[in-house]
């Protein structure tokens, strides 16, 4: 039996990172998370670091599809903050972000990882940018790193 199991350490990797700038004061505890982990886990050297501000959540799809087909990047991470509010547009972004980030994933052959948060608060939000629950921007970047080495496995 053969099992395909894969590290964290991608030093020469390209890595994008796209960040909503709407809710930035959480945006950005994410992106700082995404980037210690990339350099200090990851040993990703910080000039194959590129970062991408977008106004919001619903502009992700486009610039990590725009990413992906440039083949310059072995993975993206996509960084946002998406919070209910009293109408149904929290349930419609939500379902478009996550579906376009899937697909474009999937048909690119590249790990998109999703970073963005989908809560029913500000403070729910705070808690998974670096407190309580942690810091999401971690997790989609060791996601990332794992998954180019995965892929290389395939490949090899």
Do not use: C
Not at 11 to 23: E, K
Not at 53 to 81: C, D, F, M, N
């Amino acid at each position: 039996m053969k099992v395909i199991e894969a590290n964290i350490v991608a030093p020469d990797s390209n890595i994008a990172i796209v960040t909503s700038r709407f809710n930035n004061f959480i945006g950005k505890n994410l992106l700082n998370g995404a980037i210690d982990t990339l350099k200090r886990l990851g040993q990703v050297k910080e000039q194959n670091i590129t970062t991408i501000w977008v106004p919001g959540a619903y502009e992700l799809p486009l610039i990590t599809r725009v990413l992906a087909r440039s083949s310059k990047y072995h993975a993206i991470i996509a960084l946002g903050v998406i919070i209910r509010g009293d109408t149904a547009h929290f349930k419609y972004i939500a379902n478009s972000v996550s579906m376009s980030i899937s697909n474009t994933s999937m048909y690119n052959e590249i790990p998109i990882s999703f970073g963005v948060l989908t809560t029913k608060n500000i403070e729910q939000a705070m808690e998974r940018a670096g407190s309580k629950a942690g810091n999401k921007g971690i997790e989609a970047a060791l996601t990332a790193l794992e998954m180019i080495n995965i892929l290389q496995a395939i490949k090899e």
